[in-house]
């Protein structure tokens, strides 16, 4: 989805660089893009280390500038911040093939949210800082459906997420007088590496989470990255200039349905 977004940014006459912890995969991403006109490069940073990020800071800004617009697509999850089953039955806690709530590590909670959160605001403190005293800037962090109501089994996704968009509100109404505007997109579901085998199995049918979503999802289908991209380029242009603090549903409807 974000080299969606980098492409976009790039055929819209930005000057892109895709950071990536695998410098590899920012470079193979970037050169993708660069064979259809844009303007991009790959750049090493890790977002949960400051130093790494303020030398790919410096090397952006060597290369193409200042930033003027902050995409924050660093997240995941991890099995150790997951249950095993949506809803906790007595004994659970006693089995050794069941993760329960009692059973979550802490080590991996902590890791999912700090590559969501974290990952957000250690970048936003070093490339947002150039933004100061320039106009038209704006910065889009990444938020999630989990964010509106909690999905079952991932409670540190969810809680990362949840932060994610109190952040994007609080940073909105913080920085406002700069002219630095904040917003986040919620994307809805969305097939990707990380989620393809939980939502289908290998003939590529949906597995039961997949059609439970499918059918809490009005428009009945799974989101493409190309349908994040409208809704980019409106709250990074002057077509939103009003609009700061907001967290943008792009989710066939997901958050809209009750389920009944």
Known sequence: MCKAMAEELALHGSKVAILDLNKNSANSAAEDINKNGGQVIGVEANVLD????????????SKL????????????????????KTHFTQGDELSEDII????LDPAGISFVFNLNFIGTLLPTQVF?????????CNIVNISSMNAF????????????????????QWLAVHIAKEKIRVNAIAPGFFLTDQNRSLLTDNNGQLT???????????L????????LLGTLMWLCTSDSSFVTGVVAPVDGGFSAFSGV
């Open 128 to 136: 947002a800082r150039d933004m100061i005293g320039r106009s038209d």
């Open 149 to 168: 109501t909690p999905l079952t089994k991932i409670p540190a996704y969810s809680g990362a997420k949840a932060a994610i968009s109190n952040f994007t």
């Open 220 to 227: 009945g289908k799974f989101g493409k990255a190309d349908d």
């Open 50 to 61: 400051q130093r790494s990020l303020e030398e790919a800071n410096e090397s952006v800004k």
């Open 65 to 84: 500038g200042k930033c003027d617009i902050l995409v924050n697509g660093a997240g995941g999850n991890h099995p150790k911040g997951t249950t095993t």
């Open 100 to 103: 329960s709530f009692f059973d």
């Open 208 to 218: 039961e989470r997949g059609n439970t979503i499918i059918e809490h999802t009005p």
